[in-house]
């Protein structure tokens, strides 16, 4: 797999955040502000500036929020490897909030295509504060892909 960034490829992801299908679900309005930093066949870094609508009453990033997120970002990170086009189905999502970012901060997200084999998928999900580098979350995701 490459590591090398793709300009193409975070083009393309970056087309599809921007003009989404029509998505009605209320968790999904941060894909329209997500910005695509980094995208290989093995990685993507992704930015998102934290607002209201990701937000708990006590203004910190909710975690369901979080669990969009990072389902949504880390199947973007599957299917910019040439050997799955479509974004599978999850069979597991383990995620450990380890510190807090509020309303106006600025997260990266960081997905790896940790493993990839036959019929299920692996990627690792790391979210940072962007000023500080203070991890938010950590996250494994495991996707089932039809064989193509």
Do not use: W
């Not at 069979?91 to 990839?116: F, H, K, P, Q, W």
């Not at 019929?119 to 500080?132: D, F, G, H, V």
Request: net charge positive.
């Amino acid at each position: 797999m490459s590591e090398t960034n793709d300009p193409k490829l975070v083009k393309k992801i970056q087309d599809y955040f921007d003009n989404p299908p029509d998505i009605e679900f209320h968790l999904m309005t941060f894909l329209q502000r997500t910005k695509v930093l980094y995208a290989s066949g093995k990685k993507c870094v992704f930015e998102l500036v934290v607002k209201k609508e990701e937000c708990n009453r006590m203004n910190t990033l909710f975690g369901g929020s979080v669990a969009s997120i990072i389902d949504t970002l880390s199947t973007a990170t599957l299917i910019s490897n040439k050997r799955y086009r479509d974004g599978g189905v999850s069979t597991d999502l383990a995620i450990s909030y380890v510190s807090t970012a509020g309303i106006g901060d600025t997260i990266v997200i960081e997905c790896v295509n940790y493993r990839i084999g036959r019929s299920l998928a692996n990627i690792y999900t790391l979210i940072k504060e962007k000023t500080t580098g203070r991890i938010v979350v950590t996250a494994q995701h495991t996707k089932y892909c039809s064989k193509h």
